[in-house]
């Protein structure tokens, strides 16, 4: 085993090989290497992304909503709530009332989904951490209070204290639209939802709400945290087939999933091109060591008069080859993994250098670049970009060891 990596080092590293093959050979190592480092770091902002997912967005929206099919609400809501808070992936649950309307301050309007909780059990929730103690009691002391997403606030120009007026759509028996309902409200704080949920997003009592909507029951259906929110498909086709009254189902990546949905196929994307990459990469080493054979007829020829077997010869051949796998794995790996660790700090260099935001706050449900090292990961990357290094070596290995000694020194 020593004599073959002592020959593998030798071929390698021989002063007299071509310019050209040395070229090849570095431009190889180089491909590998940088095709696992993008792969690492796209990888891991994508694992980002998904983790500022579950930790921001899916904090603050239902991850279902179960709403009653009836216009008068759910009957006996307060013994279904308490059955739904018994199952075991559930962590959460509040009833609601929806209503969709336009917002009016002066002469300027948007529309707005309002939605309805009753403090009892959103005290429990999100919503009491998203604004201040005194916001808080005074939505718990007045009935007509509302809180805006930080967008609707600055469409319309409101401030906390400012009077606003809601028209709410409402329908005749003979289902003919009538004169909207108009519900005077106060604003009592604003809320930083991030990206889009700023832009559309109100909460009031659900008590107001109920009245406006004209549920005589109370509740107009439930919405619902689970432990794991990418179970939540399955989890509320379960959940809503079992529940007594009747009810249309939804869930966080019906309304919301299209993040979620962009990240698993940009993941996707990103790992299939730049694997080609590296198999590219990959590739050039058989060019190299087909040029390297070609070189060392003599050598090889030499080497087979002496009583090397071919085993010996498609060794080592196969050992100088990898030698470029491995070097370019282990720069592309090790760099991909720092930069991985550390791209939110050096993101945030780049963008105080530059003056530049790389992600808008408006736009996107974080300002910030994420990312999320994930080892499994790291180590599938080194491993297919080792085996690819190491099936572009068979074909020139074995091309050196069929080489006919008697055929080269003859010559």
């Known amino acids: 085993m020593h004599l ?23 431009s190889s190592t180089f491909g590998i290497g940088l095709g696992c480092f993008v792969l690492i770091v ?46 075991p992936e559930v962590i959460f649950v509040e009833p609601f009332v929806k209503a969709t309307g336009m917002l009016q301050k ?9 939605t309805g909780l009753d403090p009892r059990w959103a005290e429990q929730g999100i919503l009491p951490s998203l604004v201040s103690k005194t916001a808080w009691a005074d939505f718990l002391a007045i009935e007509s209070g509302i809180f805006l997403g930080s967008g609707v606030m600055q469409k319309l120009e409101l401030e906390v204290g400012d009077k606003v007026q809601i028209l709410l ?29 700023s832009n559309h997003l109100g909460f009031i009592k659900m008590s107001l709400a109920a009245k ?20 939540a498909p399955q989890l509320t086709r379960d959940i809503g087939f079992k529940l007594k009254p009747e009810v249309y189902m939804s869930n ?24 080609l990459v590296i198999a590219v990469a990959c590739f050039n080493i058989v060019s190299t060591l087909v040029m390297a054979v070609n070189e060392k007829q003599s050598e090889i020829a030499m080497l087979k008069s002496m009583g090397a077997k071919n085993g010996l010869i498609i060794l080592v051949f196969m050992l100088q ?4 796998g491995l070097i370019g794995t282990l720069f592309g790996v090790v760099s991909g993994a720092f930069i991985a660790m550390n791209l939110a700090s050096i993101a945030n ?38 085996v690819l290094s190491i099936l572009a070596t068979l074909y020139p290995a074995i091309k050196a060891a069929r080489i006919n000694p008697a055929q080269v020194l003859g010559h």
């Not at 406006?212 to 179970?231: E, H, I, K």
């Not at 966080?252 to 730049?274: E, F, H, K, M, P």
């Open 321 to 324: 080859g990898t030698f470029n």
């Open 212 to 231: 406006t909507q004209n549920v005589s029951q109370g509740a107009q259906g439930f919405r619902l945290r689970y432990r794991d929110p990418f179970q």
């Open 169 to 197: 759509p409402q329908m005749s028996n003979d289902l003919s639209l009538t004169a909207p309902k108009i519900v005077r409200l106060t604003v009592l704080a604003s809320l930083n939802l991030g990206g889009e949920l």
């Open 42 to 87: 796209l990888l891991s902002v994508m694992n980002g992304f998904e983790r500022e997912l579950k930790d921001k967005l899916l904090s603050i929206i239902p991850h279902a909503e179960f709403k009653s099919v009836y216009p008068q609400g759910i009957e006996n809501w307060q013994d279904e709530l308490s059955l739904l808070q018994q199952h």
């Open 349 to 386: 260099v780049i963008e105080s250098l530059l003056g530049v935001k790389f992600l808008s706050g408006d736009i996107y449900f974080i300002d910030f670049l994420p990312s999320e090292l994930h080892w499994n990961e790291v180590y599938m990357t080194a491993g297919i970009a080792l």
């Open 106 to 114: 002066a002469n300027k309007m948007k529309a707005v989904e309002i």
């Open 4 to 26: 073959i990596w002592l020959l593998a080092w030798r071929f390698r590293s021989d002063k007299r090989q071509s310019g050209f093959i040395s070229f090849i050979s570095a």
């Open 252 to 275: 966080w990546t019906i309304s919301d999933g299209n993040l979620y949905q962009d990240i698993q196929l940009v993941r996707a994307v990103v790992y299939i091109a730049l694997t």
